[in-house]
């Protein structure tokens, strides 16, 4: 298999993790199998882009559509959600001395308040990291992320701070929750869906998108060279020629 030399590697990569629902039917197993197996595959793949030296990182965990699932499909994403967290406290020593700073983007408030503590904690634990930036959007929708933005536009221009004409995009960026990172340079999105599904509109105006038929919980390091190796291959050309 060609592979990359990792020359070029972007500096923010977006994964929806799709496909965990699928991979359980195909084995006669519950849904929340696939979310299970899921969840390593996402410790394994956000280790080894954190070990090739990807800076920033994120993962499409829960989107504000997920709500619509079953209850007890929610409870088993949140329950994991919640030992991941609990996982990531235990080991935070690790984390800090590899340089991970874990952020979470998504409306938070709708969370339970254990899930929203741990959050805050973690958030908070490993805000001096810079090496790897590790996010996990979870209740997470595009168009809310900039419509809250926007909201808090039209306060600054009702206070009078602001005049409408003066709103440039780089206020609207500064309202995200991304704010201070750089935008998606690669969307991969396995399991053979073709759409964004409301993951980081704006933050991927530009981005280079990689998809692929294998399911989320089958997702190996190599699919993720490939995705690279393809990424390095793309004429990126913002409107230029
Ligand atoms: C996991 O994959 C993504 C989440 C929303 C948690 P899915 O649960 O969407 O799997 P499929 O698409 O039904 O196979
Ligand atoms: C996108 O997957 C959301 C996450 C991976 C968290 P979905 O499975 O919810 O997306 P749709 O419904 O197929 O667009
Ligand atoms: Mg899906």
């Given at each position: 298999?060609?592979?990359?030399?990792?020359?070029?590697l972007?500096?923010?990569?977006?994964?929806?993790?799709?496909?965990?629902?699928?991979?359980?039917?195909?084995?006669?197993?519950e849904?929340s199998?696939?979310?299970?197996e899921g969840?390593?595959?996402?410790r394994?793949?956000?280790?080894y882009?954190?070990n090739?030296?990807?800076?920033?990182i994120?993962?499409y965990?829960?989107?504000?559509?997920?709500?619509a699932?079953?209850?007890?499909?929610?409870?088993a994403?949140?329950?994991?959600?919640?030992?991941?967290?609990?996982?990531?406290r235990?080991r935070?020593?690790?984390?800090l001395e590899k340089?991970?700073?874990?952020r979470?983007?998504?409306?938070r408030?709708?969370?339970?308040?254990?899930?929203?503590y741990?959050?805050?904690?973690i958030e908070?634990?490993?805000?001096?990291m810079s090496?790897?930036?590790l996010?996990?959007?979870?209740?997470?929708?595009?168009?809310?992320?900039?419509?809250h933005?926007?909201?808090?536009i039209?306060?600054?221009?009702?206070?009078?701070?602001?005049?409408?004409?003066?709103i440039?995009?780089?206020d609207?960026?500064?309202g995200?929750?991304?704010?201070?990172q750089?935008?998606?340079d690669l969307?991969?999105?396995p399991?053979?869906?073709?759409?964004?599904?409301n993951?980081?509109?704006?933050?991927?105006?530009?981005?280079?998108f990689?998809?692929s038929?294998?399911?989320?919980?089958d997702?190996?390091?190599?699919d993720?060279?490939?995705?690279?190796?393809?990424?390095e291959?793309?004429?990126?050309?913002?409107?230029?020629?």
């Amino acid at each position: 298999m060609e592979k990359s030399d990792f020359s070029v590697l972007p500096s923010h990569i977006g994964i929806i993790m799709d496909g965990n629902g699928r991979w359980a039917k195909k084995r006669g197993l519950e849904r929340s199998k696939g979310h299970i197996e899921g969840a390593k595959t996402f410790r394994k793949i956000g280790e080894y882009a954190g070990n090739l030296g990807i800076s920033h990182i994120s993962f499409y965990a829960f989107s504000t559509e997920n709500w619509a699932r079953p209850q007890n499909e929610v409870d088993a994403i949140m329950q994991l959600f919640y030992e991941y967290l609990e996982e990531a406290r235990e080991r935070l020593d690790e984390n800090l001395e590899k340089g991970i700073r874990l952020r979470f983007l998504g409306d938070r408030a709708a969370l339970s308040p254990e899930l929203q503590y741990m959050m805050d904690y973690i958030e908070d634990a490993t805000k001096e990291m810079s090496k790897v930036n590790l996010n996990i959007a979870v209740n997470y929708g595009g168009q809310q992320e900039i419509l809250h933005s926007v909201k808090k536009i039209a306060q600054r221009v009702r206070s009078g701070e602001l005049s409408p004409d003066e709103i440039s995009l780089d206020d609207i960026s500064a309202g995200l929750y991304t704010s201070d990172q750089p935008p998606v340079d690669l969307v991969i999105r396995p399991s053979g869906e073709q759409r964004l599904s409301n993951f980081l509109l704006w933050q991927s105006a530009y981005a280079e998108f990689w998809y692929s038929d294998v399911l989320w919980p089958d997702f190996t390091t190599d699919d993720l060279d490939k995705a690279l190796l393809a990424y390095e291959k793309r004429n990126r050309r913002f409107g230029g020629i």
